[in-house]
Nanobody, 117 residues
Framework: QVQLVESGGGLVQAGGSLRLSCAAS????????MGWYRQAPGKQRELVATITNDDSTHYADSLKGRFTISTDNAKNTVYLQMNSLKPEDTAVYYC???????????WGQGTQVTVSS
């Protein structure tokens, strides 16, 4: 099992920045990738960004240039730096972790990000 704990959410004005953190624990040696997803009220959960063990990253097209995903392997932590935030970025942000074989996914409890106009 893998446990994920997010932190760093909060209220920020439009144009501001936040950095989310996700600390992983448990059987993390088998993880192949980690990522961030978000879910706004009344909408489906959507991909924000992912990063693999070899530091290959993937971003939602609409977020490229404003959001950056990174890891600190020594701390078993993945980060999401969010800049130039917009009110439409308001959502619950979830950390996720994945194994390829067998295919499994793990999720954190989510952290609220609210961007005021």
């Amino acid at each position: 099992q893998v446990q994920l704990v997010e932190s760093g959410g909060g209220l920020v004005q439009a144009g501001g920045s936040l950095r989310l953190s996700c600390a992983a624990s448990g059987n993390i040696g088998r993880l192949n990738a980690m990522g961030w997803y978000r879910q706004a009220p009344g909408k489906q959960r959507e991909l924000v960004a992912t990063i693999t063990n070899d530091d290959s990253t993937h971003y939602a097209d609409s977020l490229k240039g404003r959001f950056t995903i990174s890891t600190d392997n020594a701390k078993n932590t993945v980060y999401l730096q969010m800049n130039s935030l917009k009110p439409e970025d308001t959502a619950v942000y979830y950390c996720a972790a994945f194994t390829w074989s067998p295919p499994r996914d793990y999720w954190g409890q989510g952290t609220q990000v609210t961007v005021s106009s």
